[in-house]
């Protein structure tokens, strides 16, 4: 079974970039789907962006479109979300999630209940 592990967080300054790590120990990498989650203190999970399993398709929500990227390099296993243009509103606890399940419909991987696994998370967070 995937396992996935967060790294990259901290702390940065309103207006600044930092990318976000997800590495998978699994050598079927390539047949996972990837998605980005965030959870600020008092909200509930949300959806951030995600990577299908090949590359070939990729999603991001509306809140950070513009500002944050995701990719992929499945020969290092890992998943990338850059971040550009911080701000305070994306301070949050970041997690990376992983699933098998493939599908055309893009807004499945919306729903965190929809990965089977997670990391434990790493903090982002955003001083003004």
């Known amino acids: 079974q995937v396992q996935v592990v967060e790294s990259g967080g901290g702390l940065v300054q309103a207006g600044g970039s930092m990318r976000l790590s997800c590495l998978a120990s699994i050598s079927t990498f390539s047949s996972y789907t990837i998605g980005w989650f965030r959870q600020a203190p008092g909200n509930e999970r949300e959806f951030v962006a995600a990577?299908?399993?090949?590359?070939?398709?990729?999603w991001v929500a509306d809140s950070v479109k513009g500002r944050f990227t995701i990719s992929r390099d499945n020969v290092k296993s890992t998943v990338y979300l850059q971040m550009n243009s911080l701000s305070p509103d994306d301070t949050a606890v970041y997690y990376c999630?992983?699933?098998?399940?493939?599908?055309?419909?893009?807004?499945?991987?919306?729903?965190?209940?929809?990965?089977?696994?997670w990391g434990q998370g790493t903090q982002v967070t955003v001083s003004s």
């Open positions: 990577v299908s399993w090949n590359g070939g398709a990729s």
């Open positions: 999630a992983a699933t098998y399940y493939r599908t055309a419909s893009g807004s499945y991987y919306y729903e965190a209940k929809n990965y089977e696994t």
